[in-house]
């Protein structure tokens, strides 16, 4: 990283590359966008996230040129684009079903954007090369698409889009068929060439991990709407509503009455159990219905109820889970509320401390929690 | 045990209804023509016993062959026919690519219609549909009475009785079959492929070039070939639409058989085409089959 923090979206002066203006989508009456303003600024990595069908592709369709907006506007680098085709933007994408030209060679496939821009042979051949050398493809070259794997097709795509080295690149899921590790190197690739080439990205992606690891800025998006834009570190520590929250991330959410106390509020979220504390700056007024959002690995688990603790609750381990390196304690708490709490697998499995029945406290500071209206 | 009755089915089947007439066929080709019933010689008879048999493949030669060598008539007959045949093929793609690409680019909801509107020519019968073609195109028909009516023409066309309403014919009775396997084509073709094509900087013409018709490309030759084949031997639409100069061989093979009596020579000539049709079909059905490997599993 630069030793300047990237942060356009912050610089009043900075003039976006992207800007979404007001744009709705309608396939009949059908709202796919719903009245959508958002900039995104050269060289940002930016990631849209949300549930199936909340109109990630549809998005990323309209600034590639295939679907116009039905009221609104887009304009990429200050020019409106309502009247300019697909093969006059700047802008490449790589489909969320491949699209591979059938027909083709991988090779032919990859090169097919460079002949269109007249390029001579052996730079063709050279900048092909080198995309297939990035996508580990090179053994592949001669092959047709069906005649490859499903994650192996998924390379080619994102090779394609990438051969031209546009400014734009509109990634729709482009990794999700690579196992681990390969998507790993991949994100890692695409970084490496955002931060050479300065290319901006955006990326649709399932992978919260993923957005987490490539993003400058993640968008949360909910039928039609982004919930949320920001760095994903803000994002997993500062969601901005309970959707967000419960999207992003293992989270526990407990619902109850909030009245302020301090430079906070105190939470009550069922009879008998012990009033809550959280320091926020949210305002929910003097009083009102409130979420709280507690990660799971702020939540410690303790045999005796900690001394010192602001939150401590006792409850019974309903279920465990086990993975590796820290195992999560699902606990009922009195009122019926479950809550998740993390420790990490210091012991042996076989010499751990808690085990199903056992009755636990549960704990957690008064700034682990985040105060979300309820 | 159903695996074979499931292969042995349409091997049975070609058996019957190609193999063994094929090969009468090709036994009269050999014979020598005669004023009999049947018209021509030898015919096999079994009761003669071994030294009949012996008698009858004796009697057999190439003589009708090497006969269709000497009159030019034949061989002019069959180049004019390959002639007539992939014009007819050549017109009818050009006819029937757009029709089957509108077709497939249609709403979802009008394709069935359309589709039954390609179709539904073949629910009368084919003689009729030729036969009004003659009311159309005759010197008093239709075409002339309202291009007569716009005054494009002066006097009538000579349309009926000449290459060109063969052309016609051809076209009109076999653009179903050039239709169809490409609409088939186009209807799989994912548009996507065409997004693609010009997010890399194709425009919409250079896309439907390298990516629509290549794609297609399948249905195209499918499509060729089904109006090919049964265009080269052609009898009805020539014979009735074509003039005094329409030279198919079709036409000569009735001629012999019908109007000569000479089987022998017509079964020769019919062989011939046979040879020459088998090239096309053998073409075809390779087509046919790289298409299913390239689909895949
Ligand atoms: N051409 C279309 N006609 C009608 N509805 C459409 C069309 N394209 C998309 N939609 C609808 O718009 C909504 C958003 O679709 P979109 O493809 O953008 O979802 P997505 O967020 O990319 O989902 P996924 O994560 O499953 O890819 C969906 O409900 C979809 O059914
Ligand atoms: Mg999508």
Redesign the interface.
């Given at each position: 990283m630069s030793d300047t923090v990237f942060t356009p979206w912050d610089d009043p002066g900075q003039e976006p590359l992207i800007q979404f203006k007001n744009v709705t989508k309608r396939f009949g009456d059908f709202t796919a966008i719903d009245n959508l303003t958002q900039d995104i600024y050269a060289k940002e990595f930016f990631a849209l996230l949300g549930p199936s069908g909340c109109g990630k592709t549809t998005m990323m369709r309209m600034l590639g040129g295939f679907e116009t907006p039905t009221e609104g506007q887009i304009l990429i680098a200050g020019q409106d684009m309502s009247n300019v085709p697909p093969n006059k933007r700047a802008v490449n994408m790589m489909f969320q079903s491949y699209a591979l030209f059938p027909h083709l060679s991988i090779f032919e496939n990859i090169a097919f954007g460079l002949k269109r821009e007249g390029k001579s042979k052996p730079e063709i051949e050279e900048r092909v090369s080198e995309m297939l050398r990035l996508t580990r493809l090179e053994k592949f070259a001669r092959r047709k698409p069906h005649q490859i794997s499903g994650g192996q097709r998924q390379r080619v795509a994102l090779a394609r889009s990438l051969a031209k080295a546009p400014k734009l690149l509109l990634l729709d899921e482009p990794l999700g068929a690579l196992d681990k590790k390969l998507r790993q190197d991949t994100q890692f690739e695409l970084m490496d060439i955002q931060e050479k080439t300065g290319t901006t990205f955006v990326i649709v992606t399932h992978d919260q991990e993923e957005a987490m690891t490539v993003a400058s800025r993640v968008a949360v998006m909910d039928e039609g709407r982004i919930v949320q834009v920001a760095t994903p570190a803000d994002i997993y520590e500062k969601p901005n509503s309970v959707y967000v929250a419960d999207f992003i991330g293992d989270v526990n959410i407990i619902e109850g009455h909030a009245t302020r106390a301090g430079d906070g509020y105190d939470i009550t979220f069922a009879l008998g159990a012990p009033k809550l504390h959280a320091k926020t700056s949210t305002d929910l007024g003097p009083e009102g219905k409130c979420a709280l959002a507690i990660r799971p690995e702020k939540v410690s688990i303790s045999a005796k109820k900690p001394a010192k603790a602001v939150n401590a609750v006792e409850g019974e381990i309903i279920d465990i889970a086990y993975l590796g390196n820290i195992s999560t304690y699902h606990v009922q708490l009195a009122g019926g509320q479950m809550v998740k709490g993390q420790a990490a697998n210091t012991q042996r499995l076989e010499r751990r401390q808690f085990t199903w029945e056992d009755r636990v406290w549960l704990s957690w500071t008064d700034t682990a929690a985040v105060v979300l209206e309820g | 045990m159903r695996r074979f009755a499931l292969i042995a089915v349409p091997y049975l089947w070609l058996l019957v209804l190609f193999l063994v007439p094929f090969i009468i066929v090709l036994k009269i080709s050999l014979s020598d023509i005669a004023l009999a019933i049947p018209p021509y010689t030898p015919t096999l008879d079994l009761s003669a016993g071994w030294e009949g048999l012996r008698a009858f493949f004796a009697a057999l030669d190439l003589e009708n062959f090497w006969f269709l060598t000497t009159d030019d008539l034949y061989w002019k007959a069959y180049l004019s026919s390959l002639q007539i045949a992939a014009l007819s093929t050549l017109l009818a793609l050009l006819v029937g690519y757009p029709i089957a690409y509108g077709m497939a680019q249609a709403p979802d909801e009008w394709r069935p219609t359309l589709m039954m509107l390609v179709i539904l020519p073949f629910w009368t019968s084919f003689l009729i549909r030729v036969y009004s073609w003659m009311g159309i195109l005759s010197k008093e028909g239709f075409l002339n009475q309202f291009l007569l009516w716009t005054g494009l023409v002066s006097e009538p066309l000579e349309i009926l009785n000449t290459n060109t309403a063969v052309y016609i014919g051809i076209v009109y009775t076999y653009l179903p079959f050039m239709i169809l396997p490409i609409y088939a084509a186009l209807e799989k073709l994912?548009s996507?492929?065409l997004?693609?094509?010009?997010?890399?900087?194709?425009?919409r013409i250079?896309a439907f070039w390298l990516?629509t018709v290549?794609?297609s490309?399948s249905g195209i030759i499918a499509g060729c070939f089904l109006v090919f084949i049964p265009a080269l031997g052609e009898f009805v639409i020539p014979a009735l639409l074509g003039g005094s100069d329409t030279l198919m061989i079709g036409k000569v093979l009735w001629e012999e058989f019908f109007s000569n009596r000479d089987w022998p020579v017509a079964s020769a000539v019919a062989v011939i085409l046979l040879m020459i049709l088998i090239v096309p079909i053998i073409l075809f059905q390779r087509n046919e089959q790289k298409q299913r490997e390239?689909?895949?599993p």
């Open positions: - | 994912d996507a492929l997004e693609a094509a010009e997010d890399l900087g194709c425009s250079t990516i290549p794609l490309k390239a689909e895949g």
